[in-house]
């Protein structure tokens, strides 16, 4: 069935360092990928998302790239800050706002 | 401009108690999905309503249903309910089935 993997669970950096967060999914019908940042008792929120038709995508210190062959998608964090510091969720979809399938997160501490 | 809004933000239930969860959508939009997010995993698709009507259904049992009335408010009925069903659920909104979703904060349901 559909399943997205996430890794890694968690993830530990110093502040300044980059972060790489890697996901693979099995439906290969799958064409949208967003990433969720979570906070502790907070709502998820989109950070970034690419679809099928690009390979990479950036915003500011985010990007994300996509790997359709492989079914792989990766979140790159640059010059990492103590509020980057959140559980990180992959996720997705055969099409946008509809049934999103999510990674099992990983939970990224940055150490200032 | 107000985001999704869910309520009750908590809720402590009994073992074959049921329960009534409700989300009213960002404004403008006009489709709902409902997700269950045990702690420490990631959300897990309940179902999603447009136009009054379930549209997509993921695996969960009967016991789980729900709701959109005209002005795209939907509820969430669990019945029967299990200590497995202890959960934050989420209700993300979108215009039409196809664009962003927005989550709200949750309601954190711990069932006794």
């Known amino acids: 069935g559909e399943n997205v993997e996430q890794h890694p669970s968690t993830l530990s950096v110093q502040e300044g360092d980059s972060a790489v967060i890697k996901c693979t999914y099995s439906?290969?019908?799958?064409?949208?990928f967003p990433w969720y940042k979570q906070e502790l008792g907070k709502r998820p929120q989109l950070i970034i998302d690419?679809?099928?038709?690009?390979g990479e995508k950036k915003d500011q210190r985010i990007a994300v790239t996509l790997n359709k062959t492989a079914k792989h998608f990766s979140l790159h964090i640059t010059e990492t800050q103590p509020e980057d510091s959140a559980v990180y969720f992959c996720?997705?979809?055969?099409?946008?706002?509809?049934?999103?399938?999510f990674g099992q997160g990983t939970e990224l501490s940055v150490k200032p | 401009d107000a985001g999704v809004t869910q309520s009750p933000t908590h809720l402590i239930k009994t073992r074959g108690q049921q329960v009534t969860l409700r989300c009213s959508p960002k404004?403008?939009?006009?489709?709902v999905s409902w997700y269950q997010q045990a702690l420490g995993q990631g959300p897990q698709f309940i179902f999603q309503?447009?136009?009054?009507?379930?549209?997509q259904r993921g695996n969960f049992p009967d016991r789980f249903s729900g709701h959109q009335f005209p002005n795209y408010s939907s509820e969430l009925n669990v019945n029967a309910l299990l200590l497995g069903d202890s959960a934050l659920y989420l209700c993300?909104?979108?215009?039409?089935?196809?664009?962003?979703?927005?989550f709200g904060q949750g309601t954190r349901l711990t069932v006794v």
């Open positions: 439906d290969s019908a799958s064409n949208y």
């Open positions: 404004s403008g939009h006009d489709t």
């Open positions: 996720a997705a979809t055969t099409n946008q706002g509809g049934k999103l399938i």
């Open positions: 690419i679809r099928s038709n690009v």
């Open positions: 993300a909104s979108s215009f039409e089935p196809n664009t962003e979703a927005f």
């Open positions: 309503y447009y136009e009054e009507e379930e549209r």
